[in-house]
């Protein structure tokens, strides 16, 4: 399975911002996918990921704030950001994996990297 990412921006604390991920490859309906972010000197940490058949889990900080979706159809994961906050800044890398958990280690396939920079 290959990740593609794109969405990341610049923009303004509560601006919006769409990220999406295109995978390729039959078995992606079969994984879990999610989206972790890495601000510089900070661990990777999961922002949200969603089983094959969509639960969700979302990490405290962004609930009520970003959404995750995927269309098994189209190979697609995206991650509706609302509300943006500074805090947020970090590079954000779609994943998938065999189970949806918050760790990123169990992710077996990484897209490159988008850059999201919130300024105040």
């Known amino acids: 399975v290959q990740l593609q990412a794109s969405g990341g921006g610049v923009v303004q604390a509560g601006d919006s911002l769409r990220l999406s991920c295109e995978a390729s490859?039959?078995?992606?309906?079969?994984?879990?996918a999610g989206w972790f972010r890495q601000a510089p000197g900070k661990e990777r940490e999961l922002v949200a990921t969603?089983?094959?058949?969509?639960?969700?889990l979302y990490t405290d900080s962004v609930k009520g704030r970003f959404t995750i979706s995927r269309d098994n159809a189209k190979n697609t994961v995206s991650l509706q950001m609302n509300s943006l906050k500074p805090e947020d800044t970090a590079v954000y890398y779609c994943a998938a994996g065999p189970v949806a958990v918050s760790q990123w280690r169990p992710y077996n396939y990484w897209g490159q990297g988008t850059q999201v920079t919130v300024s105040s």
């Open positions: 969603s089983s094959w058949n969509s639960n969700m």
């Open positions: 490859g039959r078995t992606f309906s079969t994984l879990a």
